[in-house]
């Protein structure tokens, strides 16, 4: 079935340090989205990217849609401790069909070192 | 206000047993999943349901199954509990816009 590489699976950081992180499809996406889970939470949605090239800013996170709509990134500058959890991506196909196409990465977990 | 909100947080049961997760949004949305979230943390769709439509992830065992009493709830559904159903699932909403907003999560541990 379809699927997402994210990229990378794991990061250990000092605070303060720019992160960065990727997702990478073999075919089109309609929409991007990043979400955030904290440990014991589900997760959260942090952006939503709706068209190529598109670039969103949340507070210290940036993230884009990739122009050629098989990628995203999200960035996040100055980090702290409470950035730690799991990012993931997930992804809206080109394909259309119904509700519940929504793709999502292996997730990226997040270490910060204070 | 809890916009996605499962009952229960904590779920622990024997092999065998039958259990139900309840889910509730008051977002007002049209449709409704259940993600099975395993060990290593992949996210994996188990369930979207609308008014409209069931759409089952093939993968899915039949001892899984949800229920629907209104567009506001999804209830999971799971008969003859294995081992291997041991993991954390999640209930979402979303509107059509499929982005989807999620509850907090039903650890569930089969002994």
């Known amino acids: 079935g379809q699927q997402l590489n994210q990229s990378p699976q794991s990061m250990f950081i000092q605070e303060g340090e720019d992160v960065s992180m990727n997702c990478t499809s073999s075919s089109i996406f309609n929409t991007w989205l990043w979400y955030k889970q904290d440990p014991g939470e589900g997760p959260v949605l942090l952006i939503a990217?709706?068209?190529?090239?598109e670039l969103t800013s949340n507070g210290r996170l940036t993230a884009q849609f990739g122009i050629t709509r098989k990628d995203s990134f999200l960035n996040i500058s100055a980090s702290i401790p409470s950035d730690v959890g799991i990012y993931f991506c997930a992804g809206l196909p080109n394909y259309g069909g119904s509700q519940g196409n929504l793709i999502f990465g292996k997730g990226t977990k997040l270490s910060v070192k204070p | 206000d809890t916009a996605v909100s499962q009952t229960p947080k904590y779920l622990v049961t024997q092999m065998g047993n039958d259990k139900s997760i309840k889910c509730e949004q008051n977002l007002g949305h049209d449709t409704m999943y259940w993600y099975k979230q395993d060990s290593k943390k992949f996210l994996k769709i188990m369930f979207s349901y609308n008014n409209k439509e069931l759409i089952i992830n093939e993968t899915v065992p039949n001892r899984f199954s949800p229920k629907s009493p209104d567009k506001a709830h999804l209830n999971l559904h799971i008969n003859s509990l294995e081992l291997g159903d041991s993991a954390v699932y999640f209930c979402?909403?979303?509107?059509?816009?499929?982005?989807?907003?999620f509850g907090a999560g039903t650890r569930l541990s089969v002994l």
């Open positions: 990217l709706y068209k190529a090239g």
């Open positions: 979402a909403s979303s509107r059509l816009e499929n982005i989807q907003y």
